[in-house]
């Protein structure tokens, strides 16, 4: 394949830094080889961008070779060879009997790959705690390579993901353009006698068909907007109904360009807002205002959730879980990055071109309230990536 027929999305340079970083975390932890299988993580070092991960597959870094190794499913090795920077010869697809198959695993495949270039006694790193590594995985390795020493690598990569390029801090700016179309499209759409599912595929075109200056790709979590009763917990969407005058509906949405995301929460109310809700809505808001006010680099994330139990004190909003998370690029079904947490006990400390959401939800007994925001950390302090409104939408009731 020529060289001119590859979809690369970054500078060559830019891989090989990353690779440079992640090779040096894993000599620092006594790691000779490392076996990637998250896809964000695979597209991080290689660019590798397909539908696949519903298979096994995975990209092999090595201390001592200055190119990764890709393999996966036969059919999708056009796919790394047209989205990927790597050599043909690192090339590898496995044919469709390891698929799925009670003979055969794909690991077999990777051991194999690893016997024949003489890493079969080495010490090698497996992402133990990603949605994509299973427990047979892990069997299959230990009886393919006996004498190999199996190290837990979980989130290696994803701390060397942490620190933004400015490139990929561009393609973030691009997903938050479309997370605004997005979420101005949800709150004009919701309205009393419009069904829930036509408002969601409202959403979802226009996650899809961007800006007009560019389209938008699908984002890792479905569009989360429940209402009435179903705000009072998270991670609910869409059912067969239509709006009521009443409904509160939370929407938590997000744009994505080139994998990178732009995750944005907002409330809306149709009809009357109760008291309760514009009096929770008030703090949440003017909380988060304050928490934007004090992020810095040099901050921990303990101190950044510390900040936000303060200027919530003494109302009835309360919050038990974390108030926001590092994240970007990612694949289904997660835009997070499993790294720095805004809760107690967080130590982490905040650097320039790192990227939060900051995202205190409050879920009562009888309904919710969200309102976030996506930002990264600058030199003296944190910069938004969209520019939308923070309050209680408030729609006609009737």
């Not at 409202?202 to 705000?231: K, L, N």
């Not at 919710?368 to 209680?392: D, M, Q």
Request: hydrophobic fraction near 35%; charged fraction near 25%.
């Amino acid at each position: 394949m020529k060289s001119q027929d590859k979809m690369r999305f970054f500078e060559q340079s830019e891989f090989e830094d990353r690779l440079r970083k992640v090779k040096e975390s894993m000599y620092r932890q006594g790691m000779e080889v490392l076996l990637v299988t998250d896809p964000a993580n695979m597209n991080y070092l290689t660019g590798y961008d397909g539908w696949s991960f519903y298979v096994h597959q995975g990209v092999l870094v090595f201390v001592d070779r200055d190119e990764p190794i890709w393999f996966g499913r036969q059919q999708d090795s056009n796919g790394a060879r047209i989205t990927t920077w790597l050599h043909n010869d690192n090339i590898f697809g496995y044919t469709d009997d390891y698929v799925q198959s009670n003979l055969k695993h794909p690991m077999d495949f990777a051991a194999d790959l690893l016997k024949g270039r003489g890493y079969e006694r080495k010490n090698l790193g497996v992402e133990m705690d990603n949605y994509y590594f299973t427990g047979q995985c892990l069997d299959t390795l230990r009886a393919d390579l006996p004498h190999a020493r199996i190290i837990n690598a979980n989130l290696l990569v994803n701390w060397v993901r942490l620190v933004k390029s400015d490139q990929e801090i561009a393609y973030m700016k691009m997903a938050s353009r479309i997370v605004e179309k997005v979420m101005q499209t949800a709150i004009d759409t919701i309205a009393i006698g419009i069904r829930e599912g036509d408002a969601a595929a409202a959403v979802y075109q226009a996650q899809i068909s961007g800006t007009e200056e560019f389209t938008g790709d699908h984002s890792a979590i479905f569009p989360i907007m429940p209402s009435g009763i179903r705000t009072s917990t998270a991670h609910l969407s869409w059912v067969d109904r239509r709006y009521e005058s009443g409904d509160i509906v939370l929407l938590e949405l997000s744009g994505c360009k080139y994998r990178y995301h732009a995750p944005l929460s907002r409330t809306v109310m149709v009809g009357q807002p109760p008291k309760n809700l514009e009096d929770i809505a008030k703090t949440v808001v003017d909380g988060l205002n304050q928490v934007l006010d004090f992020i810095k680099p040099g901050v921990t994330g303990e101190e950044i959730e510390a900040k936000w139990r303060s200027a919530v004190a003494g109302s009835k909003v309360v919050k038990e879980s974390r108030i926001g998370y590092a994240y970007g690029l990612n694949y289904p079904p997660d835009w997070g990055e499993h790294t720095v947490s805004l809760r107690p006990g967080d130590k982490n400390v905040l650097q320039p071109n790192m990227t939060i959401h900051v995202m205190p939800g409050i879920w009562l007994d009888e309904f919710g309230f969200e309102c976030s925001e996506p930002i990264y950390i600058t030199a003296k302090g944190c910069e938004t990536f969209v520019n939308f409104e923070r309050k209680l939408f408030v729609k006609k009731g009737t």
